[in-house]
């Protein structure tokens, strides 16, 4: 009885595995920086697209076939996430790419994917890097996270209409194409809303001392320092401040999420950002806990949005019925109501970015990151 | 408050300075033996951060105990790296450019090989030091700086006594005008140069707790070595004087440049000047001022 029990168990199981395991996998590729200066931010994204992939295999793959993950390290390197995606596009034959949260390379993707005709979800803020006018997009780049401009409103919204700014700052590097663009968008939109920009500073990739332009910003005195950066050049330069006595309020947007303030402390006090999850979500806090559980550290911002924009992806895959690239694209476009850990994504056909997202402010005190709430910037 | 500008300017200069200065005497020596740039000095000096970063962490101690490990690490790692990569190559008098391109291709592999071991993590230290900034009549002077400025001026102080009060001194300015013709007369040149790159690695190993320090502990922390390439360059190649006069200038030309033109341009004009003390002062500061340098006069 219990042989028999175990032979028919047994031809059950395999017949239905065999469809799954026996079927080419779907390839999915993934371009993220493992080695340079935002690996943290690429490896939390990794196994956020890992932890994605991971969901849908467990529950008998996609169209019947397991999910094949092509992981890609492009070292910060503009000219190595090239090569990455031609490799991606001409010899692994993926189906769709999850792009790194660098607007520098997704700007010199958007041409190549037009002519590669690989779709890339992406998580960069440059409004360029899906918007090849502002009325037409990039045919195969999708970005599901806010763009710079939005993130720069917020950021000159919330300084002058709820922390009553009339002075302010920025320093960015401007080499790095995301910082720019949040710095334009800061600028423009604060002196149309009657502020003053009193500093404007600019520094270079690889710099680490920031005190002669901080020390020019303290000269003008400014109610609050716009300081749109990546993780190390925020921390330092939010560090050097501090020590230099310029204890106003500093806004950036979200390379200031853990683990600013396990990296300077005190010192990210009086520290108000514009993020684009809201920490105290359900899914985002059961998310964090299998992370935590599965890698023995905490996760960045993009672990989310690297499980996020798979998901988004293969639903793609799931009601194009297909594999095909094309045929992804076409479904990518259609998006709806495809529920995420952050949001219920829905792709605006001539942006190419999520519908309605709304940033969420964040304030740092003693250590701790508030959450003050949805903020969608003053329109006058 | 707008007067000072000028002077915290130049304090933020002098600053800079002191960092650029530790990394390029180190950088300097060994081009003043081997006649090459050794890149890997950037990789001892992030290697020696993380050395230090585990010990006191570990062994929950303070400064000195911490720094004193970084420069017997650092100094050890020199040397192995010396021993591993550059000693074959010297054994069969390969051409300079393979030392060079050596040095380049170990900084790289120790570089990944720690973002392979720890991912790209930043590791904090905990404060080693009280405060991190003095504020002085509406000033503020850095106190990392000020400690790697003063860990400078000792670590000068000591080479300048060993190179020219010592044996093994005599022997490395013997070698460092020719590495071939003291071997002749029995100079241990394998000592010599394993002298020259612990000293070397040790000064790395005083950077590398400091830049800890200061910036935290990542993989590419030794990319800072790039500035002080700029600095011996414009010193006068293996000028150990130049280097620091350099590295001054060098720091301080940044710091005005960001501060009264734009930090956009900053890098282009080091680079600038770099390639105009090249084009027309090959000896650099030191030819200019008249310290000795020993090495520029030797052709290709």
């Known amino acids: 009885m219990k042989k028999s029990l175990l032979a028919v168990f047994l031809v059950v199981f395999l017949l239905g595995s065999l469809p799954v395991f026996a079927a080419e996998p779907i390839k999915i590729g993934v371009i993220v920086d493992l080695s340079a200066s935002t690996a943290l931010w690429g490896q939390s994204q990794a196994r956020g697209v890992e932890m994605a992939v991971e969901k849908y295999n467990e529950a008998g793959g996609l169209l019947g076939r397991p999910i094949e993950l092509k992981v890609y390290d492009f070292k910060l390197d503009v000219q190595e996430g090239i090569n990455a995606y031609q490799r991606l596009a001409n010899q692994d034959k993926v189906s769709v790419v999850i792009g790194a949260p660098v607007s520098n390379l997704n700007l010199a993707l958007a041409p190549i994917a037009d002519q590669l005709k690989v779709p890339i979800v992406g998580e960069a803020s440059d409004a360029r890097t899906t918007s090849k006018t502002p009325t037409e997009p990039w045919p195969y780049m999708f970005a599901s996270q806010l763009t710079c401009v939005d993130y720069g409103e917020a950021a000159a919204s919330y300084a002058i209409y709820e922390l009553g700014a009339a002075n302010l700052a920025v320093i960015n590097n401007k080499g790095n194409a995301w910082a720019d663009e949040i710095a334009e968008a800061f600028v423009k939109y604060a002196e149309a809303h009657g502020a003053k920009i009193v500093a404007r500073e600019a520094f270079n990739w690889g710099d680490t001392d920031f005190r002669s332009q901080l020390s020019n910003i303290q000269r003008r005195n400014p109610d609050a320092i716009l300081v749109p950066e990546y993780l190390q050049e925020a921390s330092q330069i939010t560090r050097q401040a501090r020590e230099m006595g310029i204890d106003v309020v500093i806004l950036g947007p979200n390379s200031f999420t853990p683990p600013m303030v396990e990296l300077i402390g005190d010192a990210a006090n009086n520290v108000y950002f514009v993020n684009n999850v809201a920490f105290d979500l359900p899914a985002v806090k059961e998310f964090t806990e299998a992370y935590v559980e599965k890698y023995g550290t905490d996760p960045t911002v993009n672990a989310f949005f690297g499980h996020d924009n798979t998901v988004i992806a293969l639903e793609a895959i799931r009601r194009a019925n297909s594999a095909d690239p094309k045929a992804i694209r076409d479904e990518l476009e259609k998006t709806e109501n495809v529920q995420g850990l952050i949001f219920n994504y829905t792709i605006d056909p001539v942006t190419h970015r999520t519908d309605g997202f709304i940033p969420t402010v964040i304030k740092i005190e003693d250590g701790e990151y508030i959450t003050v709430g949805l903020y969608e910037p003053v329109r006058q | ?300």
């Open chain 2, 1 to 300: 408050m707008v007067k000072c500008l000028l002077l915290q300017q130049i304090i933020n200069g002098l600053s800079l300075g002191s960092v650029y200065a530790l990394i390029a005497v180190g950088f300097a020596l060994v081009f003043s033996i081997l006649k090459f740039s050794n890149f890997s000095h950037g990789s001892v000096i992030m290697l020696s951060a993380y050395l230090g970063l585990w010990f006191s962490n570990n062994f929950n101690v303070g400064l000195l105990p911490t720094l004193l490990v970084c420069i017997l690490g650092g100094g050890t790692l020199a040397v192995i790296i010396e021993k591993i990569g550059f000693k074959p190559i010297r054994d069969k008098e390969g051409p300079l450019i393979y030392l060079f391109v050596v040095s380049i291709a170990i900084s790289m592999f120790l570089q990944y090989l720690m973002t392979a071991l720890l991912g790209g993590r930043f590791f904090i230290y905990k404060p080693l030091l009280k405060t991190s900034a003095w504020r002085v009549a509406g000033l503020t002077i850095p106190v990392v700086n000020l400690a790697m400025l003063g860990a400078s001026v000792i670590a000068l102080a000591i080479l300048l006594y060993v190179l020219y009060r010592t044996t093994i001194g005599i022997a490395i300015r013997a070698a460092s005008t020719d590495l071939f013709t003291p071997n002749l007369l029995g100079i241990n040149i394998d000592l010599v140069v394993s002298v020259t790159f612990f000293i070397s690695g040790a000064l790395a190993g005083i950077s590398g707790l400091f830049l800890g320090m200061s910036l935290n502990v990542y993989p590419q922390l030794g990319g800072l070595v790039m500035k002080a390439f700029i600095a011996t360059v414009i010193g006068g190649l293996g000028s150990l004087g130049g280097a620091v006069i350099a590295s001054f200038m060098l720091g301080l030309l940044e710091t005005m440049i960001t501060a009264y033109i734009g930090g956009a341009v900053t890098p282009m004009v080091s680079f600038a000047v770099m390639i105009l003390f090249l084009l027309f002062k090959p000896e650099g500061v030191a030819g200019l001022l008249g310290l000795s340098s020993g090495t520029t006069t030797q052709k290709l």
